[in-house]
Structures are given as C-alpha cells and as structure tokens.
C-alpha cells in the first residue's frame, strides 16, 4: 500500500516537473507583455525531442549516451525521496536529505563529464563553470539543511517536516535565514536568473546549455527533464520544509487530496515569485557569482548560529 | 590463529624481499615469486586481521628479539586487525599489478632487486607497526618503514627532483619518529616500562598527557600528511614508482592515522575533548588546503598525493568529533564519529590505491604524468578508465560509492552537536561540517577535472594517443579495488556492525543502533534521525535510468547511431588544442580562492615591430607554490645555514687559538670547581 | 692470563717485525696476521672472564672486568677489519705512488704500535701506565698522520701533536694530583692502581680530587675530541690515510672516553656530589650541538665524517654524564656500534675517495651507478649512524633519549634538535655523493667489501637482539658505572 | 702557611729553587731569540734536577736520585741539544720573533700565578709536606708553559713552551708527591724522549712542506672560511 503510494508520489514528481517550469515560463511572459506559450507546451518539447533523431558528436565515448540515464536516474531518485504530497512514505526513508544533495552532486558531476566529452571548448567551459558554482553552492545548501536538521534533530525530511509541523507555527529567526539562504542557493543551483539564463544560447554567458550543447534527440529530452525534476525538488523543498501546512499526515483520501491540491498552490505561488524576480532582475556576470553565493552562505551560517545560540541557549 | 597468521604475514613479506636479492641473476622467475608471497602475506594479514577484528580476538607474543629486559612485544586486537585489514587488502592488489608494473623498471639500468627488496620490508614493516606492543618494537618498525619507503621514493635517483624529495622525506619522517619517541618517552617515564601494557597503566598529570598528546599529533600527524606538515607528501609520492604511492597514500598514512588511534584512545587513557578540538580544526584545515592545492595541479600523481592530504583531514575530523563526544560524556555518538574515521580510513585505502595504480597504468603506457598533455584514454585504454572513474565516483563521495557514507557518517557525526553543552562547540562544529561539504564539492570538481581532461576529449600528445591497454594483471588489480569500493559502498550496514569490536575494545559499547531496522537500513543514531538504504539506492539508479534506457532503446535496433561534428562556432576541424586544459578548468577557482596559494602568473606580449598593434605572439606563465613551504621551510634551512656558518668561525685554523681555547677552558672549570 | 699477555705481546712484537720488514710485500699479509692473532687472543681474555668474573693479573698491574673486556675486543676486532682493509687500500696508494716503501714500512709497524698503545691502555690497571700508552698512542700516530707529506697532511700532524700532547700534559697534572690525593691514604706503590684507587676512594680529599678530575677531563677530554677541544680531530682524520683514519675514530676515541668514565667512577664517590656528571654532561651537550652545525659545511668527506663522530662522542660523554642505569648502559651500547659503523664508513668512504680520485665531496657523484657495493655501503652505515632502525644505533639513542626524557625532561628538545640537524647535515651530503649518474670516467676500483659486510652485520644484530653475554656484560658494566644495573631496574 | 723559620737549609734552598724555576718560566716568556729560549729551558731543566736530588737527599727515597739523572741527562742536556742542534740546522739562530705586547704578556703570566695559587690553596690546606705549596709553583709553571706556546708563532718556541709545561709537572710529582712510582716515571721519560725526537721530524717535515716554522701559515685546515 505505501509503497504503491510512494511510488505513485514519485510518477507525480517526474510527471508535474514539466508542468511547473510551463506556468513558470507563461507567468513571465505575461509580466513581460509576450504571448505566452501554453502551460503544456513543455511536454510538446519533450514529446518532440523524444521523436527527434540521435545525433552523436565524432569524439565522443560510451559516458556520452550513458550520461543522461545516470543523470534521470539519480533525479527520478531524488524525487521518490521528497515528500510532495504526503509523509511517512517508506521511500522517504531511502535516503535523507545530504544524500539527496549527494543525488544532485551525483548528476552534477556526469553533466559536467559529459560535457568535457566532446572534446570542444564549449563542453571544458561549461563544466568548469558548473563544478565552480556547484562546489560554492552546495556547502551554502548543507548549511540551511543543517539549520533545519539540527532545530528539527533529523535529517530524514518527511520525519523533520512532522516534528515542524508538530511544533506548531513559531517564528524561528534561523528559518528565516535559512529560507532566504536556500531561495538563492536553488536559484544558482537550478540554473536561473540572475546566476544562469536557461533561454540564453549566447556562448560566453552560458554555463549549463554549453554541457549540453551537443546533445540531441532523447538524450537531450532526458536532460531537460531532469533538469526540470531538479528544479521542483528544490520548489517542493523550500514550500514544504519553511511552509508544510496542508501536506497529508495520512494516507487517506481526503488528506491526500488535500495535501495534493496545497502543494500546488503552494508551488504556483512561489513560482510565480520567481518569475517576477526573474523579470526584475538581469544575469550577473559569472565572477560576481561567488558574491552572490557568498551572500546564501551568509545568510545560512547565520541562520545556523542563530539556531545555536537563540534557540538553543547555551 | 590470528596472530600467528599476521605473523606469517610479516614473514611472507620479509621473505620476499629478501628473495628479490636475486633478481638480477634469475630476473622473471624472481619477479612472480617475489610478488606472489607478497600477495600471500597481503592474503594472511586480511585473514588474520579479519578474524581478530569479526571474533573481537586479543592474542598477545613475545619474541626473544630487542633488548635483553625488554624482549618485543606483538598483539593482535580488533583495532590491530582492522589496520592488518587494510594493509593486507592493498597489498594484494598491488601484488597483481606489480608484474605488469615493473616491467619497464627490468631494462632500466637500475636494478630491480633494490626495489623488491625494500617493498618486502616496506610491507612486513607495515604489518609489524601495526601488532607491535611496546614503544621499542613499534619505533623500529616505524622506522624501519619510514627507511624502505624512503630507499623507495629514490629509487628512480636519477632524477634530481626525486632524490630532493626523498632527502625531505626521510628528514621529515626522522623528525616525526623522535617526536613519538618522545611521546612514548612521556608515557614510559610515568608507567614505568615501555611495553603498551605498562603505559596503559600510566598516571599521568593533565600536563604532562597534553605534553604527550602533542607529541604524538605533530610526530603521526607529520607522517599522516596533516597540513601544514604535510609538504613531504605530494613530493615523495610521486617520486616512488606506481604501485608503491599506491602503497605509500593508502596505507602507510593510515598506520600513521593507526599510531594515532592507538596512542590517544588506547595508550594515553581516554581522549579529551579540547584535544579533539584540536584535532578536528587541524583535520578541516588540511582537507580544505590538501583538496584547493590538489586542484591546482597538473602532475596528476602529485594531484593525487594532495588529495591523501585532504583525505586525512577528513579522517582526522572524525577522530576529532570522536574525542571530543568521548571527553564530553557522549560515548554513543563518540562511536559514531570513531566508526566514521575508521570507515574512511578503509575507504581511502580503496580509492586511492586504485587511483594510483590507475595513475601508473597511464604512466606507463603513455609515458606521460601531466594531464595536460593527455585526453581521450577512455577510448584506447577502456578498462582502466573504468576502473579510474569508480576510483573518481568514490574519492568525490558520491552516492552510491563508499566515500559517500563514511563523509555522511561524518556529517551524521557533526550533526549530533547539539547534544553538547559549551556552545562554542555547538556553534563550531557545524561550521567544520559545512568546510566539509565545501571540501567535497571542490573534490568533486578536481576530479571531473582529472577524468575529463585525461581520459575524456582527444589526446593531446603522441604517445597518448598511441597508448595501449595494460596487461591482465594490472587490470585485475585495479577490478579487484574497484569492486570492493563498490561493494564497500552499497553494504555499510555490515561494515559499520564489523567495526563494532573496535569501537568496543576503545570506548566500552557498541553501535548497535546502526543496524536496528536490518542490513537494508543504515540509521547510525536512529531510524528517525537518519536512515540511507544504500542498495535501494543502488536499486533505483538502475531501476529509473535503466528503464528509462530499454524504452528509449527498445525501437530503432535498425539504423546506427549517426556521428556528426561538434559544434565549434565554425572553425575548421576540431582539435585537441580547443580543449580546455586543466589550468583552464580551474581558472575560476584559482580567481575565487586567490590569497590561498602563492601564484605567479605571467603574460609575454611579442608585437609586431612594424605595427606595434599586431600582436604576433602570446605566450602565458603559471606557477603556484605551496605557501606553508616559504613560510615555515624556507626560514628553518636558512637558520640552520647561519647557525653553521656562525659556529665555523670558532675554528679559525691557527693551533695558537686553539691552546687559547684549551687554557680558556682549563681556568673557567678551575675557577669552576674552586 | 697467557691470553691477555699474548694480547699485549702480540701487537708489540709485531710492531718490532714489521719495523724490520714492513717495506716487503707480505707485510700487510702479516699485519693481517698478528691482528687475526691478537683477536683470537682477546677474544680468548674474553671467554676466561666470561667464565671466571673480573680478572687482575699478577702485581695488579692488569685489570680486566666487565668494563673494558668488550672494548679490548672490540679493539682487536676494528684493528683486523681494518688491516684486512688497509691491504687493497694502501695498495692503491703504492701504485698511486703517493707513499714509499720506506713510509709502508713504518705504516705497518706504527699500526701494531697503535693497537698495542690501545690495548695496553685498557687493560692496565695503573693510572700512570695508563697515561703513557694514551701518550704513546699520539706519538704512534703522528707520523701516520702526516705519511702524506702533503703540506696539508703536516699541518694535520702538528696540530694533532701539539694538541693532545699539551691536553695529555695536563692530564699526566691531573694524575699527579691524583697521585697527591692518594699517596695519603694508601701505600704509595699502590697509589695509582685503579683498583685500590676504586676502594679507598671515598677516603681522597674531595678538594684536590675535583682538581684532578679537571685537569683528566681537559686532558683526555682533548682526545674524546670534546669541543672546543676538539680542533685537532677532523684535520688529523681528514689528511690521514683512510686506514689510520678508521681506527683512530673506532678506537682512540673510545679509549679516550674509557678513560674519563674511569676517572668520573674514582671522583664520584670520592666528591660525594654530581660535579663529575655535570661537567660531562655539558661538554657533551657542547660538543653535540656543535659538531651537528658544522657537519652542515664540510666540503671533505672524511672531514664530514670526523665531525659526526664528534658529535657522538659528545652523545656518549653526555650520556655518561646523565649516569643511572638507562643512560649508562645505552652509552656503552652506543660506543660498541658507533665504533664498528664508523669505521665501515671509513672504509667505504676511502674507497669512494679512490673512485673519485680526490675526497671532496662535489666531485663524488654516482656511487651507486659506479660502485653498487660500495654506494650501498656508505648509504646503509651512514643510515645506521643517523640512528636508523634495525641498526644498533638506534637501539642506543633510544635508551639515552629515554633516560633523558626521565633525568632532564628540558634537554631532551635540544638532543632532538641536534639529532634533526645532524641527519639534515649527512644526508644533503650524502645523496649527491651515492644517487645519481655515473659521471664520465669513473670506474670500480678493488676493495675488500668483507670488513663492511660484516661490521654492519653485527651493528643490525646488535640492533634487533642484544646477544646474552654481551648484555650481561654491560649490565655489569652498567652496575660498576652507575652504581644500578639496568636489570635491576626494571624496564 | 707557617714562616720559613720551620724548615731547615735544604727544604728553604727547594723552595728557593721552586722560586727559580718560576723565574726561568718569566725569563722564557721575555725571551725572543730562540737560541736565547733553548738555553733558558735548559737551565729549567739542570734546576730541576737539582731540585730532585735535594728532595731524594730529604726525603730519602732512592729512586728519586735515579730520576734525578734522569731529568738532568734529558731536560737539561738532550733535549736542548736536540733543539739547538734543529736551530742552528734550520738557521733560525739569529731570527727575533715578533710577539705579542710583551708586557701584556708578563702581566698575563703573573695573574697566571696569583690564580694558580688561588686554585692550588686546598691542595695546600691538605698536604702536611713543607714543599706543599710547591703544587702553585709547579701549576704556575704549567700555565706560563702554555701561554709561551700561546704567544709564540715560531714551531721551535712552541715546543719549548711544551716542554716546560713538562717540567712544571714532573716539579709538582717530585716536589709535592716525592715523586711517582719508577715504572712510571720510565714510561713518562720515554715519552718525553720520543716526543722529543719526532718533534724535530716534524719540524723537518713543516720546513720541508712550507720552508718556515711559522706556525701562523699552518692554516689551511679551517672551518671559517665560507
């Protein structure tokens, strides 16, 4: 029963990540005064690519075509353990959440061999790049998990999502570090405005399309996919860690629904943010990227000691 | 039967070096006996190890060797047993490579039966270090295994650079052995005996221990490559031929991380926590300096060896948290953190043992040790590249490989902060937790780095691009590495409950939470603090990319895969020289964490002289130099230089001054005793 | 008791045969020979007082007890190795024409003199006679010093004359005093026999015995080599044939410390207070510190090699100085294998100089490539002479460290320092000597790697298991020195 | 220490003599000329034997007389002619050495013996001898011995200076102790002897390496320079 329930969660995930980055992109055309693309219009891409033909760079070895299953693979994982609609699944005792981020690292680091697989300069770039900003920004990223992990003592999510459920709404100063903390660090990580530009195919400014310049065909629809996964993990992450009301403590029917149908407000809202802060804001140049991690990992350690010597008293 | 199977060990390797004494007479022959007792000693000393370390055995021996009233003193104990482990498990794989390694060396000028000969001692004395029960037999042991590996870094003498590192090398072991000489000396003079048993027994004043303490972290801490004394390292290592840095980073830091365990949570009675303190400072500092230097480098066994820096560290941050939990009253979350270090300690062992018989492989077949001049092995050498990105999989701690768990331990290990009372710890710890996830990240980045500019892309040089695939042997000595990183990786749950004795045997209990919900389920502290299901890990991966892969695949069986040229914004043909090199690949790196290294950088311009707008030519200087070199080394030799020079004057040649110096010295001791 | 009389006799008489036939060619064959002879003999005295305790010979003029019976061996021991050595080496010289059959005759017989001065001031049981053969000891030598006749060579000689002859001087000053001392409490003929000496020293005039002691440390402290006495040590052994140079590092200085460790076991009951150990204790700690800085600078192999001997004669005076138990037995355990490696290093180290043609270090490169034998040898005695185990020297430092650590907990990190320093400053020599290329034209030369064999052997025997007897004696040793046996007091 | 009143002629004319070989010790230090030197330190050695046999005449002791001969035979009339003979040989007979300060040199001598005699004074509160303080003398002499070596860069004065240093101890055996024991006081006078000899070899030796007996250009062997 729960693990069908589990594993039913999971085929949400994958199912819905297309959807989110779809209203994502229709809300900013809307703020941008461009007509907007259907919100379906992601699965048409992927549908498309996934008919498209394969087309292979000369130089390139087995990793290339072996990179893309790795890489859905570990985000498909990554999904099966964040509780989006309900808790106590036993998926989510697969891992807790530093491996989640090691699932990250994990697709991180076959994106980037994949990209220095093809032998061009463009692939070199884009994975020095990627690996330069994943290595400032995952620390920052431990460090609000920490903040949570150490005021919920768990770093199993669904179970640290209880216990803050459990605790009622208070105000903890380090959560608000933490959720500002982790906002930026999930901007840099899932590649958006103001760190990276997902539309961008200009070649000095790109850092996660020039990995996957070469790619093609299904290899390049897995890709975009999981990158879509990636990116409503950290949504799921943020609204139902800083935000949890709604979601099911049971597996009934009712809970479920409703923990589904507040999950989704809750994610349509906070995309919609970001779609107006990605209207207000311009990309940053690549080298005032460290400041700007910087900042995230700021704010966590803050958020951190704040947790230690507030809450905690000592 | 443990025991004596580690002492069978010890001989096996003696036997062998010594039989490598013939090798210049009956070269081949000698060879694959030589290599073969050496992978039986490695065979009996996991054997012995493993069984004093799963049945908790505590067998002790002396041997009417040494001093007249202090005859050596062996023993074997779960703690020993692990270490035998280790040390056994590396040896055989070395001792399949080795036949295939050595074979340039046998047309060299040089002569192979040195090189035999001192691995056999390295080895025996590596195994004797470990079961030696008192200070004498352990420091002879010690020395002896500083010794061998030293003759072994200078084996290829003919280059100066190596002979310079070995001279560094064995000054520096010499230094570190008469600072644990010391330590034990402390330990010996208040428990009367140098025999372990008697120090044990030892009472010493909080001074004093402290002055132990010291003692044995600057003397083990300076083998074991803390930073910053850790400058031996990335010179000796890659000075020695492959399989021997295999041997020297996987095992021989850890007999020093061995010593270390032994001397504080052992000999010296109970760890406290300011010591841990310490230790865990020291371990974040060398892993954040060993993994940002190792970045830097192009050499790839020297990037290597930078990387055992880092490594230690972590280790060392385990065995932190472990003294500080323990001196603060915390035993069960002591354990956790001491399984952690041991966990890494085997880890390690793995990993970079691969890592460097992967790095000789290439070595050898392409003659070439910088990466910049590599690219595209994974094409002519595909099992070694293999091997070499499970290697890398595993040192960047990714899921589901073994360094994973062992930093998840750590991080486990950290996160349990809370439970302590001083908030400056509560607030420290946390912050060397995110130092360790900052150090994992830029390990991960160097060794994209490493894979993508070696063996991915395309050759940079000739002999790359005609390198071969290596001989069985040496593969099956990176498999059977690779495999245990594997297997090591996805059963923690049986590894952590194997560690158990140890844990027993130093801190008096157990971990038997990390088993509670059964060999599926690691939860170190608790189901509900924790929980990684490494197989279900395993599992999915194959589970979702797999099933992704057969649907994509099960159609289009017809037509081949069409290969087409890579975009390169419309220059002509690809070549290597587009690549980005690994200079390149960390430049943003190097732009970020500028003041860490002493970098010299420099461009020369050459101009057109008739246009002086025209450039014509570009040509781009790189050195970075190790800081702690300049300021600590550098002002050591100088002081000593001056010192000889000052006390050369005294002796001015001319015999007058010299009978000046003679009544000089008879009237002060006269006026002296009267 | 014949035994010990063929020990004495052996080598003097040699002494007289080789004076008349010391040009021939089967000289060296005899040498060989009357030292083969004069071991077997000691070794005999050895056996007989293994078996029957100390031994004082008729008329008290000889004394053997646990003390010096392993350092009359040993004598006998390094001067046949040595001898066995001396026969290609000096061979060489001949052909090389830098000695005469005239000065090979007196080479060998001033050799036997030597060893005869050696033994003979070991085995004497009369302070007096004691100081003649240490006299006779320098005079024997002078003139090998100088066999070269190089002006560098003469220098050497003068210097090493003048030296120990004005610090033996005062020596024979501090004997008389002693004399002085003694002469009220005993008999006068017994008045220097170190025996009686032994019993009634609680009797002597702590006055006048502490002025003794000065003037016998001065005087045969100058021939220890015991800063800043030690002037005269590296020229002499530098300059020297390589064979002289062995055994004046393997045996003189030995003998020479012998001696002090007498005096301070005669002056320490007699004073009552540690004055004696303190001295010693800080002319070692001096001549330790020193030396290990100017190893740094030298440009000469032997050169380099006298000075560490300097150095670890300073080990062992400061460890004698320490006393008790730990520290004495280590020190006498330190003066058996620095003696034996240092002159295999000797040996090693003049058929490097051969190889070579000349002894400054920047010209020898590439021993190993050249030479397996002898690049090995050198590698492996100066390994075993910075203290590295298995080797025997490790085995010493490790007890005298120890006992440091226990007595003065605040010198120990000098002693470390000294110890570093001293390996940094061997081997920044070393490695360009024995590591590296063959250079162009340089080839093997004849040597007789046996005595380096086997000396290294014992010195890694010694290392790994101190053989029962030997211990036994140095335990009794230890007991006579320091009062304590180490037995005794529980390791 | 009691007045000379105690002691009757002899042991007053040993202390004369201990005074006079004092003085031959000063006389040395002043004189430059070597052959001037050699005559000096042989009339230190005639006094010396003197100073034996009147002590074996006091004290009784027969073997004193034998050494008496002894010392006469070789510090008086061997040794010198040896270097006399190396002097005229050499032709350095007419050579004057520039020393050093001479005055300073004599004011160095006599605070030499105010200290020796400081050092000697528990010897002295010891011995129950009328020659006791001799023991300051002798020590005295031993130290004016090394000065002169010291102070003189000639090889030739060196060894003089040496050889006085000699004398001063085989002053304090006879004259404190009545003198050692025979075998000893052999052994010590072969010495001497040979020591004697195989100086005037290497002074051939020296001349022959550096044609001088300046002991300043011995100087080769040296750690100072860099």
New interface residues.
């Given amino acids: 029963m729960s693990w069908a329930l589990a594993l039913m969660q999971t085929a949400l995930f994958v199912a819905g990540a297309p959807l989110l980055a779809g209203w994502i992109k229709r809300v900013k055309c809307r703020l941008q005064n461009r007509r907007a693309p259907p919100v379906t219009q992601p699965y048409r891409d992927l549908v498309r690519l996934f008919r498209k033909e394969l087309l292979l760079p000369e130089e390139s070895s087995w990793l290339f075509r072996a990179a893309p299953y790795v890489i859905f693979g570990a985000m498909v994982l990554a999904a099966a353990v964040v509780p989006l609609v309900a808790l106590r699944l036993p998926t989510a005792e697969i891992a807790d959440v530093i491996v989640l981020v090691g699932f990250f690292a994990l697709a991180r680091f076959f994106q980037a061999l994949a990209g220095m697989d093809i032998g061009t300069a463009f692939g070199g770039m884009g994975a020095s790049r990627e690996m330069t900003i994943a290595s400032l920004a995952e620390p920052a990223l431990l460090m609000a998990v920490f903040t949570l992990a150490m005021s919920a003592g768990t770093t199993d999510l669904s179970v640290a999502i209880e216990r803050i459920l459990g605790s009622g709404l208070v105000i903890r100063p380090s959560f608000v570090f933490a959720f500002f903390g982790l906002l930026l660090v999930a901007i840099a990580e899932t590649g958006r405005i103001p760190v990276d530009n997902p539309a961008t195919h200009l070649e000095l400014t790109m850092i996660h399309e020039a990995m996957v310049l070469e790619y093609s065909g299904r290899h390049l629809a897995l890709i975009e996919w999981a990158s879509q996964i990636k990116f409503m993990i950290y949504a799921v992450l943020i609204t139902n860690i800083f935000l949890p009301w709604g979601i099911a403590m049971g597996f009934g029917a009712g809970a479920l629904a409703l923990g589904a149908a507040a999950v989704t407000v809750k994610l349509a809202a906070l995309a919609a943010l970001l779609a107006v802060s990605e209207t207000l804001l311009a990309k940053m140049r690549l080298f005032s990227v460290p400041q700007f991690l910087g900042f995230a990992y700021l704010l966590c350690l803050l958020g951190m000691l704040s947790h230690v010597i507030l809450e905690v008293g000592g | 039967m443990s025991l004596s199977l580690a002492e069978w060990a010890v001989l096996g390797a003696l036997a062998s070096g010594l039989l490598g004494l013939a090798a210049d007479r009956y070269p081949v022959p000698v060879k694959f006996v030589c290599f073969t007792l050496l992978g039986l000693s490695g065979l009996g000393a996991v054997l012995g190890g493993g069984d004093a370390l799963l049945h908790a055995v505590t067998a002790v021996q002396t041997l009417?060797?040494?001093?007249?009233?202090?005859h050596w003193h062996l023993r074997v104990d779960p703690l020993s047993g692990f270490f035998l482990v280790v040390i056994g498990i590396v040896t055989v794989a070395v001792s399949l490579y080795g036949p295939g390694y050595v074979r340039e060396y046998e047309h060299g000028?040089q002569?192979t039966a040195a090189l035999y000969l001192f691995t056999g001692l390295f080895v025996a004395a590596m195994q004797l270090v470990v079961i030696a029960d008192d200070a004498?037999a352990f420091?002879?042991a010690w020395?002896?295994m500083?010794?061998s590996s030293y003759f072994l870094v200078?084996y290829q003498?003919?280059h100066?650079a190596n002979?310079r590192a070995?001279?560094l090398y064995?000054?520096m072991a010499?230094?570190g052995a008469?600072?644990i000489?010391?330590a034990f000396?402390?330990l010996?003079?208040f428990g009367?005996?140098?025999s372990f048993e008697a120090m044990r027994g030892a009472a010493l004043t909080p001074v004093w221990a402290s002055v132990a303490f010291a003692l044995a972290l600057f003397g083990f801490g300076m083998k074991a490559g803390l930073a910053p004394l850790h400058i031996w390292l990335p010179q000796a290592h890659p000075a020695a031929p492959s399989h021997i840095s295999a041997l020297m980073s996987g095992v021989m830091l850890k007999v020093a991380i061995y010593g270390l365990i032994r001397f504080v949570f052992d000999l010296l009675g109970g760890p406290r926590w300011d010591w841990g303190l310490v230790l865990l400072l020291a371990g974040s500092a060398s892993a954040l300096l060993g993994v940002l230097y190792a970045l830097m480098q192009h050499d790839l066994k020297r990037l290597l060896a930078y990387h055992s820096v880092e490594n230690v560290g972590i280790i060392c941050m385990g065995l932190g948290l472990a003294m500080i939990f323990a001196g603060t009253g915390h035993p069960r979350l002591a354990v956790l953190g001491l399984v952690a270090a041991l966990y890494h300690t085997l880890n390690h062992a793995l990993f970079k043992g691969l890592l460097f018989l992967g790095a000789g492989a290439v070595l050898q077949r392409s003659h070439e040790g910088d990466l910049e001049r590599m690219g595209g092995l994974i094409r002519r050498m595909p099992v070694t590249a293999l091997f070499f990105l499970i290697g890398c999989i595993s040192i960047s701690a990714l899921p589901p490989f073994n360094g994973f768990v062992s930093e998840w331990l750590t991080f486990q290990a950290a996160l349990q902060a809370p439970a302590l009372h001083s908030g400056v710890l509560r607030a420290l710890i946390p912050v060397t937790a995110a130092v360790l996830a900052l150090t994992g990240a830029l390990a991960a980045a160097c060794f994209v780095k490493v894979y993508g500019v070696a063996f991915l892309g395309r050759a940079r040089s000739r002999h790359v691009r005609h390198a071969r695939e290596v001989d069985l042997g040496m593969r099956a000595g990176q498999g059977l590495l690779a495999a245990l990183c594997l297997v090591f990786g996805v059963l923690p749950t049986f590894t952590v409950q194997a560690l158990e004795p140890i844990a027993h045997q130093l801190l008096g209990r157990g971990l038997p939470s990390a088993s509670v919900q059964g060999w599926l389920w690691l939860t170190p502290v608790s189901p509900q603090t924790a929980s990684y299901a490494a197989p279900l890990v395993l599992a999915g991966m194959f589970l979702f990319g797999g099933v992704m892969f057969a649907l994509l695949n099960a159609r289009r069986r017809t037509r081949a895969v069409r290969r087409t040229v890579p975009w390169t914004c419309g220059f002509g043909p690809l070549d290597a020289r587009m690549q980005y090199t690994s200079t390149a690949f960390t430049h943003p790196i190097r732009r970020i964490f500028r003041p860490v290294w002493e970098v010299h950088e420099e461009v020369e311009e050459t101009r057109d002289p008739a246009q002086p707008l025209r450039l014509t030519g570009l040509r781009y200087q790189l050195h970075i130099e190790d800081r702690s070199w300049r300021t600590l080394y550098e002002p050591l030799g100088r002081w000593?230089?001056a010192?000889?020079?000052r006390?050369?004057k005294?002796?001015t040649g001319s015999?007058r001054t010299?009978?000046a110096?003679?009544l000089f010295?008879?009237l002060v001791?006269?006026w002296?005793?009267? | 008791m014949i035994a010990l009389y063929l020990t004495l006799a052996l080598p003097f008489a040699g002494a007289l045969l080789l004076g008349l036939i010391g040009h021939r060619r089967v000289a060296d064959r005899v040498s060989m020979a009357v030292s083969g002879a004069t071991f077997a003999a000691s070794a005999a005295v050895a056996v007989r007082v293994l078996r029957a305790g100390p031994l004082l010979s008729g008329g008290r003029m000889f004394y053997i007890d646990a003390f010096n019976v392993y350092l009359l061996v040993l004598t006998a021991f390094v001067g046949l190795t040595t001898a066995i050595f001396s026969r290609p080496y000096m061979a060489h010289e001949v052909r090389a024409g830098r000695v005469n059959a005239r000065r090979m005759r007196l080479y060998h017989s001033m050799y036997q003199g030597f060893l005869f001065t050696m033994l003979l001031a070991l085995s004497t049981n009369?302070l007096?006679?004691l100081?003649?053969a240490m006299?006779?000891a320098t005079?024997s030598t002078?003139?090998l010093v100088?066999l070269y006749?190089?002006?560098?060579s003469?220098?050497?000689?003068?210097?090493y004359?003048?030296?120990c002859?004005?610090?033996l001087?005062?020596a024979?000053?501090g004997t008389?005093?002693l004399?002085?001392?003694a002469?009220?409490v005993l008999p006068?003929?017994e008045?220097?026999l170190w025996t009686a000496l032994h019993a009634a020293a609680p009797a002597l005039?702590p006055?006048?015995v502490?002025?003794a002691?000065?003037?016998l440390?001065?005087g045969y402290g100058?021939k220890v080599g015991l800063v800043?006495?030690h002037?005269?040590l590296?020229?002499a052994h530098?300059?020297g044939p390589t064979p002289v140079s062995a055994i004046l590092l393997g045996l003189l200085l030995n003998v020479a410390l012998y001696a002090v460790v007498r005096m301070k076991m005669l002056v320490d009951p007699a004073l009552g207070t540690p004055?004696a150990g303190h001295?010693m204790m800080g002319f070692g700690m001096l001549s330790f510190l020193?030396a290990v800085?100017?190893?740094?600078?030298q440009r000469d192999i032997k050169r380099l090699y006298s000075y560490s001997s300097i150095e670890h004669m300073g080990l062992m005076t400061f460890a004698f100085g320490v006393g008790g138990p730990l520290a004495t037995f280590g020190a006498l355990l330190h003066m058996t294998v620095h003696s034996l490696t240092k002159s295999s290093i000797f040996i090693t180290a003049g058929h490097a100089s051969h190889i070579a043609g000349t002894q400054r270090i920047e010209r020898i490169r590439g021993l190993?490539?050249t030479q397996?034998a002898i690049g090995w040898g050198l590698l492996l005695g100066t390994?075993a002479i910075?203290?590295?185990?298995?080797f025997g020297v490790?085995?010493s430092e490790?007890?005298i460290?120890?006992a440091t650590?226990?007595a003065w907990p605040w010198l120990?990190p000098l002693l470390?320092l000294g110890?570093?320093?001293a390996?940094?400053?061997l081997?920044?020599h070393l490695?360009?000597m024995v590591?590296?290329?063959r250079p162009a034209g340089q080839g093997p030369v004849a040597a007789n790697m046996l005595p380096v064999v086997v000396q290294l052997a014992l010195v890694l025997w010694l290392?790994?298991?101190?053989p029962?007897f030997l211990?036994h004696w140095f335990?009794q040793a230890t007991h006579l020195i320091s009062g304590v046996a180490?037995?005794g007091s529980?390791? | 220490m009691t007045g000379l009143r105690g002691l009757d002629l002899t042991q007053q004319l040993i202390l004369l003599l201990a005074a006079l070989v004092l003085f031959t010790s000063f006389v040395m230090l002043a004189q430059s000329r070597l052959v001037g030197l050699v005559r000096v330190f042989a009339w230190q050695g005639v006094l010396l034997a003197v100073t034996t046999g009147l002590v074996a005449h006091v004290s009784g002791h027969a073997h004193l007389y034998i050494s008496a001969l002894l010392t006469l035979f070789l510090k008086g009339l061997l040794i010198p002619w040896i270097l006399h003979r190396l002097v005229i040989r050499l032709g350095l007979e007419r050579k004057r050495e520039a020393d050093a300060n001479r005055t300073l040199v004599q004011l160095g001598g006599a605070s030499l013996v105010i200290f020796s005699y400081y050092?000697?004074l528990?010897?002295v509160?010891?011995?129950t001898l009328f020659t006791r303080n001799t023991?300051a003398v002798s020590?005295a002499v031993?130290l004016l011995g090394?000065l002169l070596?010291i102070v003189r860069r000639k090889?030739v004065s060196?060894v003089v200076g040496?050889m006085s240093?000699?004398n001063?101890?085989f002053f304090?055996?006879v004259v404190?102790?009545?003198g050692?024991?025979m075998?000893?006081e052999l052994?010590?006078a072969?010495?001497v002897l040979?020591?004697a000899i195989?100086?005037g070899?290497?002074f051939l030796?020296?001349r022959?390496?550096?044609d001088s007996l300046d002991?300043d250009r011995?100087?080769?062997?040296n750690?100072s320079e860099p």
Avoid: C
């Fill in positions: 009417p060797l040494g001093l007249p009233w202090l000028r002569s004498f420091l002879v020395e002896l500083s010794l200078a003498h003919q100066a002979r070995a001279f064995l000054l010499e230094v008469l600072a000489l010391l000396g402390v010996a003079a009367g005996g140098f000593v230089t010192a000889a020079r006390v050369g005294i002796q015999v010299y009978l110096y003679s010295t008879l001791l006269l002296l005793v009267t | 009369n007096g006679i100081w003649i006299e006779g005079l002078v003139l100088s006749r190089t002006p560098e003469v220098e050497a000689a003068w210097k004359f003048i030296l002859g004005v610090g001087a005062q024979l000053f008389v005093l004399y002085f001392a002469a009220r006068r003929d008045a220097l005039d006055a006048v502490a002025l002691f000065v003037f440390l001065i100058t800043p006495l002037n005269w590296p020229d530098s300059e004055l001295l020193v800085l100017f190893l740094h600078r190993i490539r397996p390994a910075a203290g590295f185990p298995p490790f085995t490790f007890l460290l120890i650590m226990k120990t470390l110890l570093g320093i390996f940094a400053g081997f920044r490695h360009p590591y590296g290329e290392g790994l298991a101190i029962g211990a335990d180490l037995s529980g390791l | 050092v000697a528990p010897a509160q010891l011995s023991i020590l031993v090394l070596m090889a060196q040496f240093m000699e001063g101890l304090a055996a404190a102790t009545y050692m024991p075998v000893v052994g010590i072969f010495d040979v020591a195989l100086f070899v290497v030796q020296i022959a390496s550096i002991v011995l100087n080769r062997l750690e």
